[in-house]
Structure formats: C-alpha cells, structure tokens
C-alpha cells in the first residue's frame, strides 16, 4: 500500500484531469504539439478559458509551452499523466475504436519521449 503522501499526489494529479476541458486539452496534446487557438478549437472552449486551463497544467508540471514567433506552442511533459489518459481512453472506449486505439498509440509515444528527459 503506497504512503499517505503518495496516495494524495495521485487524487491531486486525478483532481486536476476530473475538468472535462483539461482532459480534452490533454488528450489533444497526446496527439502532439498545439497552440493555444488549436487548442481552443478541439476543446470547444474559447481562448480565455483554455489559456486558464493551460496554466494550471504548466503550474502542475503536466504541460510545458515554448514560444514560437508570437504563438506558443504546448507540449505534453509529464508520462504518467499520457500513461493514465491513454490507458482510460483504451479501457472505457475499446480498443476495437479506431479514435481510442489512436489516441493510446500517440499517448505511449508520447510517454516514452517524456521518459527520457522530455521532449525537446
């Protein structure tokens, strides 16, 4: 059984993934770098709002943004929060889905990119 101190940095890690709109922002940068408009558009939500989402992921060391001209450009940093998204889209959707088989694939590329030091 993991320790108190465990057993709440995962219900913290849980918490921050249970908002609709981050989860989609996060299975989004499962499929790779986005900019925040992108974003916007895939989670059905205007700017503002996935900026304020985008914030606390970065805060949270789950994503990770760089500039690029004068649009940012985020990243999916943390493996364990690609793992458990990818791993709950392939369990609650099917793996026989050709959306939730995609999203798994690209998760554990993504994994296993940010494993090594993180991308980029």
Not at 16 to 35: N, Y
Not at 89 to 99: F, I, Q, T, V, Y
């Amino acid at each position: 059984m993991p320790g108190s101190e465990r057993v709440e940095q995962v219900a913290a890690r849980l918490r921050l993934l249970s908002d609709p709109t981050r989860l989609r922002i996060v299975c989004a940068l499962v499929q790779g770098e986005s900019d925040v408009s992108c974003l916007a558009k895939l989670a059905g939500v205007g700017l503002p709002g996935v900026s304020q989402h985008l914030s606390k992921l970065r805060l949270a060391g789950v994503v990770r943004g760089r500039r690029e001209g004068q649009r940012i450009v985020y990243e999916l940093v943390d493996s364990a929060v690609a793992e458990l998204v990818a791993g709950l889209l392939a369990g609650l959707l099917g793996r026989d889905e050709p959306e939730a088989a995609s999203t798994a694939a690209a998760a554990s590329t993504a994994a296993a990119a940010s494993t090594g030091g993180g991308r980029r």
